[in-house]
């Protein structure tokens, strides 16, 4: 098993499903768990799971949860946020 952790910025607050709220905008912390596939005559990974950290809603500390995602949500909610956050910004072509 290994475990990669990446760091993903929303400009705007963005919606996940398991989600009623909304997420306000920010940096998040993406953990991604991996397992080997065994047998092959070169490493490969397949994901198992896929984890979002968030801050703990049921306490006012700095305390985080971990939500499980899934990966395809999270990388179509990123697009949807850089294509709003470009949408922003005037054409700079004349």
Do not use: C, N, W
């Amino acid at each position: 098993m290994r475990t990669t952790e990446t760091e993903i910025s929303f400009t705007r607050p963005f919606h996940l499903e398991p989600l009623i709220e909304p997420l306000e905008a920010g940096t998040y912390r993406l953990i991604v768990d991996e397992e080997l596939i065994a047998g092959l005559s070169f490493p490969a990974y397949k994901r198992v799971a896929t984890h979002l950290e968030i801050p703990r809603l049921s306490d006012s500390s700095m305390a985080r949860q971990r939500l499980q995602v899934s990966y395809d949500e999270i990388y179509r909610a990123l697009a949807v946020d850089a294509k709003q956050a470009t949408g922003d910004r005037p054409d700079p072509s004349p």
